[in-house]
């Protein structure tokens, strides 16, 4: 059954007036004097409002006979030129965790200038290409000093340009030097504390030189094995609740854009941390 076509509520045209992407997918507006669907997001010249129409959903939209857009393809399953760009930069993130990816890569794999893809990627995931970068070669470096690499060429293996910087970036990345990471943390002192997310549980640690890791697990005995783990010599105290600072981030982090809520979980739980870990930086 076809949905009725209703004016905007004054929530419902703030969010078209803003172009929140957070609104995509609760509803599609018309422009009455053209024919035209489009997402609230669109980023084509707003019609007035009173020439405006709600409908809930796209195929709502093609029932009553309206054209979707060509600029924002609120079409189901269709994805706008940005996203699909995006889509693949993040694909390709993904598939090569060895490979120093520079923004350069991405705008030829993405087919969008640097600007442009740099813009819609910080918009779309929250953090910028080379935040995700950054993190997700993190987790190859401490990959390679857990299983015994020295610490030289686990450095330049993970993309690191030299020992020298990555020993200059080491407390805010590890929250030790890379020697003592590999040793298990012998001796250090790390807090830690877990709350509850939209994709289970996170664990929040950190020793006096900074945030030592961030994990995602169902549940919190996960979380604590995952952490003695990576830190059996180190001195695990658990905290009784988040500090404020790791909470706001956290909570800060969780909400997704439509593109990411559409896929792999694996890359939406690698964006989810590397927000966390970038704003605890």
Request: hydrophobic content about 40%; overall charge positive.
């Amino acid at each position: 059954m076809t949905k009725a076509a209703r004016a905007p509520t004054d929530v419902a045209w703030q969010a078209v007036s803003a172009r929140d992407r957070r609104s995509d997918g609760q509803f599609v507006y018309v422009a009455r004097t053209t024919g035209i669907y489009c997402r609230p997001s669109c980023p084509a010249r707003l019609p007035r409002r009173r020439n405006v129409l709600l409908l809930p959903t796209a195929q709502d939209a093609e029932r009553h006979g309206y054209s979707a857009c060509r600029r924002c393809h609120p079409a189901p399953g269709s994805l706008a030129p940005g996203e699909k760009g995006v889509r693949k930069a993040l694909d390709y993130i993904e598939a090569h965790p060895d490979q120093n990816v520079t923004l350069r890569i991405l705008s030829d794999i993405s087919g969008l200038s640097p600007n442009h893809l740099h813009h819609l990627f910080a918009r779309m995931v929250g953090l910028s290409p080379k935040a995700l970068c950054d993190y997700r070669r993190l987790i190859r470096l401490k990959a390679l000093l857990r299983g015994r690499e020295p610490v030289a060429s686990a450095s330049y293996a993970a993309g690191y340009g030299s020992i020298r910087g990555l020993y200059e970036k080491a407390g805010r990345m590890l929250g030790m030097t890379p020697a003592i990471y590999q040793r298990g943390g012998p001796g250090v002192r790390i807090r830690y504390a877990t709350s509850r997310v939209s994709f289970g549980r996170v664990l929040v640690a950190a020793s006096r030189r900074g945030v030592c890791t961030v994990h995602l697990a169902p549940g919190d005995d996960e979380l604590v094995a995952a952490l003695h783990d990576e830190f059996p010599h180190a001195i695990l105290t658990r905290e009784h609740a988040p500090r404020a600072r790791w909470k706001t981030v956290v909570g800060d982090s969780e909400p997704e854009d439509p593109l990411l809520s559409a896929l792999r979980l694996t890359i939406r739980r690698d964006v989810f941390l590397a927000r966390v870990w970038t704003a605890l930086l």
